[in-house]
């Protein structure tokens, strides 16, 4: 794909610039064939080339006369098309191939534009790839860096408020979990299929209503409990290591409420939930089945 007339002026400026624009065509109609071609090697090798010679560029002063202004901003239009084809050509490239290619490449992007629209839907793809090769330690860095760029990723959200509660920083939990509940509102990213978003959004709602209640509960927010981990209940079902808690605080949740508003309804409740809890082995099972004696006895007492 030649530049034809927009590189006409560029002839006017000698040597060098003719040159640079050369070297820039024909490195990106070879990207597009390594593309076209699925070749991670040469897709990263001809973005480091293209990196400098688009930078050289969209770096030169604007022409003074309005006759070669015309033809430099045609060129500078089209040279910005050719920026964004190399961050489509990382993404594309590293999201249909193996683990180590994709890290590789991801990383390259994240490089040469950590603001790039194309890693918007790349971080989950990309995490699970460092897992796969052994990166986990990169995981976080990498989030805690990218959400400032990308403050509504629910990818970036979900590693963070798991990380802040498994260091028992449960306020930083709740609103990392919290804001991802709010970034689940908002229309998905564009590059994320109905069904990969369907998905996300089932497993991602269900634990960060988990994060928020459990936090909530912790800190006797009984209300917040309440309402939070019942909503979390349909979305971690077959989830044991979410489920017996849940329902433990659930039944410690819905026992004081019921009793603050001598509500028998909750009562009951919590007597069901702490049951249900009791019936799963675990750590939280013998409180479980006290707090449902409790509180089957307490109905009892109850008008």
Request: proline share 5%; aromatic share 8%.
């Amino acid at each position: 794909m030649k530049l034809q007339a927009i590189w006409i002026v560029v002839a006017l400026l000698g040597g060098p610039a003719v040159a640079v624009a050369d070297n820039l065509d024909d490195a990106y109609q070879n990207l597009q064939n390594a593309v076209a071609k699925k070749d991670a090697a040469q897709v990263k090798k001809l973005s480091a080339e293209l990196a400098p010679l688009i930078r050289e560029v969209l770096s030169a002063p604007a022409p003074v006369s309005d006759e070669e202004r015309a033809g430099w901003a045609g060129r500078v239009e089209y040279v910005k098309s050719v920026e964004t084809y190399v961050e489509y050509a990382l993404y594309a490239t590293a999201v249909g191939s193996p683990a180590a290619a994709m890290v590789d490449l991801l990383s390259t992007l994240e490089q040469q534009n950590p603001k790039s629209k194309y890693l918007e839907g790349a971080y989950g793809p990309y995490f699970a790839a460092l897992a796969q090769t052994g990166g986990q330690n990169k995981i976080l860095p990498i989030a805690e860096r990218a959400i400032v760029s990308f403050p509504n990723n629910v990818d970036l959200l979900a590693i963070l408020a798991d990380n802040s509660l498994a260091k028992g920083q449960n306020d930083r939990a709740s609103a990392f979990a919290a804001q991802e509940l709010a970034a689940f509102g908002r229309p998905k990213p564009e590059l994320v299929s109905d069904a990969d978003w369907t998905h996300k959004k089932s497993v991602g709602t269900g634990r960060a209503y988990f994060i928020v209640g459990l936090v909530a509960a912790t800190k006797n927010d009984y209300e917040n409990a309440n309402k939070n981990l019942r909503a979390a209940l349909p979305m971690i079902q077959g989830n044991a290591a979410e489920m017996a808690p849940a329902l433990f605080y659930l039944g410690i949740a819905n026992y004081q409420l019921g009793k603050l508003y001598l509500s028998k309804g909750q009562v009951l409740d919590s007597a069901k939930f702490s049951e249900q809890c009791a019936a799963m082995p675990g750590p939280y099972a013998d409180q479980a089945r006290h707090n449902a004696y409790v509180a089957r006895n307490d109905l009892q007492s109850m008008r």
